[in-house]
């Protein structure tokens, strides 16, 4: 086991006569406290390395028993082990941390977790620290604090906006820029603003609200709420940019791919000196009229190899919500794969239906 302080020995594998788990591996962990810590309230954490590796994990004395097939024992035993390293580091773990490590180790066995929580974003005078959480999380937060311009792409659920904020805030508080700016383009998915009550600031009021979510949670709602009245942080649609230059302020451009090009190029255009921008979005949640181009994917493909710019890319296993969404996100991939076959097949060799 890699790590100091951190002990776990390894039993060799035997053969079982159940067929559906015909293997029998063990752990020891000889530290009683990294084994609570491993084990969880009621056994909460190997019931979720069971659900999802299906596997059966028991414990006997400072011995942990695995059953499973070759290849989920062994991502099993893996997952543990790292576990066990990463409560060795002081951390406390929690039903997310597991659930995470255990899709994160069944795609990349080679990651380390202890390497991926020592990177470390700390938000505010009472230092609440943020981690990455998986090999793409780590890459953006390093992305963010070494170039001017970041894209993050991917699924919901990646952390793309709440890393960004948390980066922002820091670097806000280290008096590395004045201000932070927030902001989201107004496109109704499916509905329409005339219809809601109010002017256009409370119209698109309800559009801006996952940027407050995230903003509250990291530093608390009321002082969130004496930053914004002191101006510090703005929270504003993207309409509200236009004619400004936006100097010595972090600015994160959410749902990008709801922008048109002439949109992006217009907010991209208001960085000015010290500034640093973060533009994030999903490519596959366009909510354009059928048609409109994406400001986003414009942007990529002009952009996206530009000295002091960098693009980084997550995927469903970034999934930082509830297992069950990273199952959702690859369903709808694998759908559109599909339907994209059917049809290939219906045009024919010559391209036609």
């Known amino acids: 086991m890699r790590g100091e302080g951190v002990h776990t020995v390894r039993g060799t594998i035997q053969e079982t006569p159940d067929t559906r788990h015909p293997l029998r591996g063990t752990l020891t962990i000889t530290d009683p406290r990294m084994l609570r810590e491993l084990v969880g309230e009621l056994n909460q954490h190997l019931k979720i390395i069971e659900r999802v590796l299906s596997v059966r994990v028991s414990q006997r004395g400072d011995q942990l028993i695995v059953l499973g097939t070759s290849a989920s024992l062994s991502v099993a035993l893996v997952v543990l082990e790292q576990l066990c390293e990463l409560a060795g580091t002081g951390h406390t773990l929690h039903p997310a941390d597991v659930d995470q490590a255990v899709r994160l180790l069944s795609n990349e066995p080679d990651v380390r977790l202890a390497d991926l929580y020592s990177d470390t974003v700390y938000v505010g005078a009472q230092k609440k620290r943020i981690h990455p959480r998986s090999t793409r999380q780590r890459e953006y937060i390093q992305a963010m604090r070494d170039n001017a311009l970041v894209f993050g792409i991917g699924p919901a659920g990646t952390g ?80 509200f940019m236009r004619g400004r230059t936006l100097a010595g302020a972090y600015v994160i451009l959410d749902e990008a791919q709801n922008t048109t090009p002439e949109q ?58 509830h297992a069950l969404v990273s199952s959702i996100i690859k369903a709808y991939a694998q759908d559109a794969i599909r339907q994209e076959s059917w049809k290939e097949q219906a045009r024919g060799p010559d391209g036609e239906e």
Do not use: H
Request: glycine share 8%; charged share 25%.
């Open 160 to 239: 793309k906006t709440y890393l960004a904020m948390a980066v922002a805030l820091s670097a806000l508080f280290r008096d590395e820029v004045r201000r932070i700016i927030l902001c989201r383009p107004a496109v109704e998915a499916g509905e329409k603003l005339g219809y809601l009550p109010g002017d256009l600031v409370a119209k698109v009021n309800p559009y801006l609200r996952p940027l407050y979510d995230a903003l509250y949670d990291l530093v608390g709602q009321d002082r969130s709420v004496r930053l914004i009245e002191k101006n510090i942080i703005e929270v504003a649609p993207l309409a």
């Open 264 to 321: 992006m190029k217009m907010f991209l255009t208001r960085i000015g000196p010290d500034s640093r921008v973060v533009v994030t979005g999903d490519t596959t949640q366009i909510d354009l009229p059928r048609g409109r181009q994406s400001g986003l994917v414009d942007a990529l493909r002009i952009l996206g190899e530009m000295a002091g710019t960098q693009v980084v890319e997550f995927e469903a296993v970034d999934v930082v919500r």
